[in-house]
């Protein structure tokens, strides 16, 4: 299965598995099947820079931390910013009875408000359209670019995806795994070929064969 036709939802169920689950070496495990199942075409960057979204140097910076995408949100989804809802996720590390049990968790009080408008019924994104849109995302010049972006994922998804879509904008998923946790699964030498490349996607390219080690001194080549 290519990432132009492994859906978007397969990865949020895995997301959703591993941040429930306690057990790091079942965490590792069901990560190790994902990649066996979904990525058997070698397609592995496109999967995993959603995983590691923080290492991902292919994409520039969203420019959008809480507070501007919060109002770029709003703006998506057509809501006043003096409705109740769009209060609640501007302030929403604020704790109380007006922001619900979410608060400081933005992703959650942006589902909660999301939920209302989009249900639970999936839209079918793809892993490839999703990429394809964050890189339209990153690239958007002004707020109202990235809104129309934004608005655009939003038809796409559910409420449960775009929570984890807004996790991978903020470069923060919390599944409670370390990042040397996903390369050793994903290869043994993951780890130094990226320690010397800081190269996530030559790192998927050049460590395709997960039975085949790189020694060392192959992975320093690349530093030069």
């Keep these: 299965m290519s990432d132009r036709t492994a859906k978007f939802s ?3 169920s895995l997301f959703n598995w591993m941040q429930r689950s306690k057990s790091s070496a079942k965490k590792r495990s069901k990560f190790r099947k994902f990649l ?9 960057f ?45 302030n929403w590390r604020k704790g109380g009875a007006k922001t619900g049990a979410n608060a400081g968790h933005f992703s959650l009080v942006a589902a909660e408000l999301l939920q209302r408008r989009q249900g639970m019924t999936s839209g079918g994104l793809t892993i490839k359209e999703l990429n ?10 002004n707020r109202a670019e990235k809104t ?11 409420a449960q995806e775009m929570k984890w879509i807004v996790m991978v904008i903020l470069k923060d998923l919390k599944l409670g795994i370390s990042e ?17 490349t800081c190269d996530l996607k030559l790192v998927c390219e050049k460590l395709k064969d997960r039975s085949t080690r ?7 080549c690349f530093q030069s």
């Design 132 to 141: 394809d849109l964050l890189d339209r995302l990153a690239f958007s010049e």
């Design 214 to 220: 790189h020694k060392r001194q192959v992975c320093a």
């Design 36 to 44: 066996d199942h979904f990525c058997k075409s070698g397609e592995f």
């Design 148 to 158: 129309t972006v934004l608005s655009d994922l939003i038809k796409k998804t559910n």
């Design 46 to 90: 496109s999967a995993i820079r959603l995983i590691l979204p923080s290492l991902d140097r292919e994409r520039g910076s969203y420019g959008l931390k809480e507070s501007v995408l919060a109002t770029c949100l709003i703006d998506a989804v057509g809501m006043s910013r003096e409705s109740e809802d769009a209060l609640r996720l501007i």
């Design 180 to 196: 040397k946790s996903i390369f050793h699964e994903f290869h043994p030498d993951a780890e130094d070929l990226f320690n010397v």
């Design 10 to 12: 397969v990865l949020c």
